[in-house]
């Protein structure tokens, strides 16, 4: 079991800038796939970007392709969400997410953090 703690967001003008930050528990953090989801109000929740164990692969939603970079620093039981040119639609609680299943929601959640752009 892994527990997930989301920090790093906030409140940022359209065009701005944010880092998100995933910490893991555990010590066996490089054995999941983790995702990025989020939910805007009166959405369903929606997955932004995957990466795998390794950090070799990742992928991306397309509204947030070029914009969106997901990493993970397994030393540090550590993943990370590099937002640049937010837009207002960027507006959501972000959630991370592991699994087994590199691009499958996984059966373990964070508690969320909000990310607001807006001017």
């Known amino acids: 079991q892994v527990q997930l703690v989301e920090s790093g967001g906030g409140l940022v003008q359209p065009g701005g800038s944010l880092r998100l930050s995933c910490a893991a528990s555990?010590?066996?953090?490089?054995?999941?796939?983790m995702n990025w989801y989020r939910q805007a109000p009166g959405k369903e929740r929606e997955l932004v970007a995957s990466?795998?164990?390794?950090?070799?692969?990742?992928n991306y939603d397309d509204s947030v392709k070029g914009r969106f970079t997901i990493s993970r620093d397994n030393a540090k039981n550590t993943v990370y969400l590099q937002m640049n040119s937010l837009k207002p639609e960027d507006t959501a609680v972000y959630y991370c997410?592991?699994?087994?299943?590199?691009?499958?929601?996984?059966?373990?959640w964070g508690q969320g953090t909000q990310v607001s752009v807006s001017s």
């Open positions: 997410n592991a699994g087994s299943v590199y691009r499958r929601m996984g059966d373990y």
């Open positions: 555990g010590n066996t953090f490089s054995r999941y796939a």
């Open positions: 990466i795998s164990g390794s950090g070799g692969r990742t």
